[in-house]
């Protein structure tokens, strides 16, 4: 299994290239999901292990499934 630090920063790395890719800047993405902007910006840098109901709040923000988003860190 990987290492929790590079799990976190696939995640991070998921989630940016799927708001960029939607044009969504990671202030607009963090107003769609419902969080707060620094929290979304630390989750993009692999800085936080989130919730599972972050995880949902994001997926929501990026108008995805979230096992749709979990599979792009595989």
């Known amino acids: ?20 890719h939607k044009k969504l800047s990671v202030r607009k993405l963090a107003d769609a999901s419902g969080l707060e902007y620094s929290q979304v910006q630390r989750i993009c840098k692999g ?16 108008d995805l499934k979230p096992s749709e988003l979990l599979k792009r860190i595989e």
């Open 1 to 20: 299994m990987e290492s929790k630090e590079t799990i976190l920063a696939k995640l991070g790395e998921a989630v940016l290239m799927e708001a960029k």
């Open 47 to 62: 800085k936080v292990n989130l919730a599972l109901t972050t995880l949902l709040a994001l997926s929501e923000g990026l």
